[in-house]
Each structure stands twice: as C-alpha cells, then as structure tokens.
C-alpha cells in the first residue's frame, strides 16, 4: 500500500473489504443485522454518512453512520490495525459527525463494548463521555 490515503463515501461495493477489515480489528463483533442485505438497506436510509479511508484501492478503514431523525449513531468504526495511531480513527469520525450536523442532528451515541477498553479509550480521547448506570438493551425482531 501506498500510505497515501483518502476518505470518501461507504458504497455497498466495500462490503466485503469493510467484513473483512471488521473481522480483523480487536473489540469489533459482527452480528445479525450486519449481512450485505441490511447494510445496503442502512446506506440506502443514511446516504452519504458512511465513510471509508483508502489506501490506493484497498479499504483500510470504515465507519458506518446513520440517524433516526432524532439522534445519529456510529458504528462498526475500524482501521487497520497496521494504519492505527495516524489519526484515521478521527478523521473518519470527525467526517461522520459533519454529516449528520449537515442533517440538523445535535447528540450522536455511540455503544462500546465493555470488555473492548482499547476502543472505549479511543472515544475517549477523541472527547466523548461515557454515561455510567446505563444499561444497553436489545431484542431480536
């Protein structure tokens, strides 16, 4: 790879380099709801909020974000681990967050894993808080 690298819309095309890249990263799990088929759907509702990072053709990180009208969301942020420490982390969540200010959105939530202390100092360091007492609840449909 070059080290030249670029940041640009997630296109469904990127998918399979995106699992790829998610199966890759310590403290990223992939569930029900992350198949081809949903993500395409979840880009189709969020155009233009998703944003990958390339080093010439090859994806070396992703994040996927979205909102509900209410509250936007990112998930699934990733970067390579041989590209870590250079400020692509950032750069990516910086864009995801120009998006959805661009939308009117005032409060974005993020869900670390608490056995993931990497990523939770990630977000950390790039100003977010964590909410403590919050219990984070799900249901399959």
Same mark, same amino acid.
């Given at each position: ?24 990263? !310590?403290?990223?799990?992939?569930? !029900? ?64 967050? !120009? ?29 977010? !808080? ?12």
């Amino acid at each position: 790879m070059s080290g030249k690298t670029n940041t640009r819309e997630f296109s469904i095309n990127d998918y399979d380099a995106a699992v790829d890249l998610w199966q890759r990263v !310590e403290g990223l799990e992939i569930a !029900e709801g992350d198949d081809r088929e949903s993500v395409a759907q979840f880009l189709a509702r969020n155009p233009g909020l998703s944003r990958v990072v390339t080093d010439g053709s090859g994806i070396v990180g992703v994040a996927l974000c979205g909102h509900d009208a209410h509250r936007g969301y990112i998930y699934h942020l990733a970067v390579d681990p041989a590209y870590q420490g250079r400020g692509l982390g950032r750069r990516l969540v910086d864009e995801c967050l !120009e998006g959805l200010r661009q939308t009117g959105l005032k409060r974005v939530i993020i869900l670390v894993a608490g056995d993931n202390p990497r990523g939770r100092e990630f977000w950390k360091r790039c100003g977010w !808080e964590e909410i403590t007492g919050v219990i984070s609840m799900g249901i399959d449909l």
